[in-house]
């Protein structure tokens, strides 16, 4: 029997629940296929790094280095730690160590899920470059606490980044529905945006089967609030992909439906899935948390394993129970009731 070694890190407030919900499943579904699944959880999170000073051990990425997949819950607590802190001492380290390139975000309605436009047959595929770009962290503070005060946030766009990330955009849209949006503010950003456009440009010439169109960031913003259906692919920058995924959770009826992948592509390392709602501390320990976005990161964590039909079947179990109205409304079913539902919809 063919098992994968999944690391677990349900992480702060609504995170723990989320996760265990996805783990029932996840444990439903491939006793099922016939294969298994071992689980072993990680305490890291704000609290850990209140007790120890650090989000994760010195040597937690070596830790992680020998499972098959991660399954992240949530992490983040602004008011007992700073989101820069949490970020910057988990979940980045991670991304970037484990060259996670690819931050995949679906964005399209499940059946009885209303969201706030009049468009329904939408299915939008965000990838966000990962690991360089505005979120580098290269910069500095000078002066700190004077009139003279300066703060430099410096962006990074590596040819090798920017023609990596666009290749894999053109790979999705090749496999899909053959049309790549790619996303720049060229006419802002002379330096780093006009290369990513030239970069597009370039790889075109070997993707002849793909219509590619350039947006700047605000007219595609416009886009998907007025023309979603028109987009298939859509390939961004660090912080134009995160930006734009938000965007895309709120058409497809909130963050409670907001699934995404953290890719490495040569498996050279573990990839990591994740709901992108974030601990939401304020309905933590309510036992309300919507775990439909970590089931459907769950179900793409066993597509990246090669699981396809056990991953088609959760997302055929999640469609099956908002298409009865559970789930659907933030806040009405509780955790365990639409996570029941989902199981029951698996058998």
């Not at 503010?185 to 793909?210: C, G, I, R």
């Not at 919507?290 to 459907?296: L, R, V, Y």
């Not at 039909?309 to 959760?314: E, K, M, Y």
């Amino acid at each position: 029997m063919q098992t994968y070694s999944i690391a677990l890190i349900p992480g702060d407030g609504i995170g723990r629940d989320v996760t265990a919900a996805a783990w029932s499943v996840l444990e439903k579904v491939s006793s099922d296929a016939g294969f298994a699944l071992k689980g072993t959880e990680f305490p890291w999170s704000c609290k850990f790094y209140k007790e120890t000073g650090a989000m994760m051990p010195a040597d937690g990425i070596e830790t992680l280095r020998g499972f098959d997949a991660i399954l992240l819950g949530a992490v983040g607590w602004p008011a007992e730690v700073p989101d820069s802190v949490s970020l910057h001492g988990l979940l980045l380290p991670i991304r970037k160590a484990f060259v996670q390139y690819a931050n995949i975000r679906p964005h399209r309605l499940l059946p009885g899920v209303q969201g706030p436009l009049k468009a329904e047959a939408f299915d939008i595929l965000c990838i966000r470059e990962n690991t360089e770009g505005e979120y580098s962290g290269a910069g500095g503070r000078v002066h700190q606490g004077t009139a003279d005060e300066v703060a430099v946030e410096t962006s990074i766009f590596t040819r090798k980044g920017v023609e990596r990330i666009l290749r894999f955009g053109f790979e999705q849209a090749r496999a899909r529905r053959g049309k790549l949006a790619s996303i720049t503010k060229s006419n802002a950003q002379k330096y780093s945006m006009v290369f990513w456009d030239e970069v597009t440009k370039e790889l075109s010439s070997e993707y002849p089967d793909v219509t590619v169109t350039s947006y700047h960031i605000d007219a595609m913003a416009a886009r998907m609030v007025m023309a979603p259906e028109s987009l298939d692919v859509v390939v961004a920058s660090n912080l134009f992909g995160d930006i734009l995924t938000d965007l895309g959770a709120a058409i497809q009826g909130g963050l409670g439906f907001a699934a995404s992948a953290n890719i490495n592509p040569d498996r050279s390392a573990p990839s990591m899935f994740e709901p992108v709602h974030g601990s939401a501390p304020d309905i933590a320990h309510l036992g309300i948390a919507n775990p439909m976005a970590t089931i459907w990161s769950a179900a793409m964590m066993l597509d990246h394993l090669g699981e396809k039909d056990a991953a088609v079947r959760i997302m055929a179990a999640l469609e099956q129970t908002t298409a009865r109205g559970i789930g659907t409304v933030p806040g009405k079913d509780k955790t365990d009731v639409i996570t029941a539902a989902v199981l029951a919809a698996l058998s």
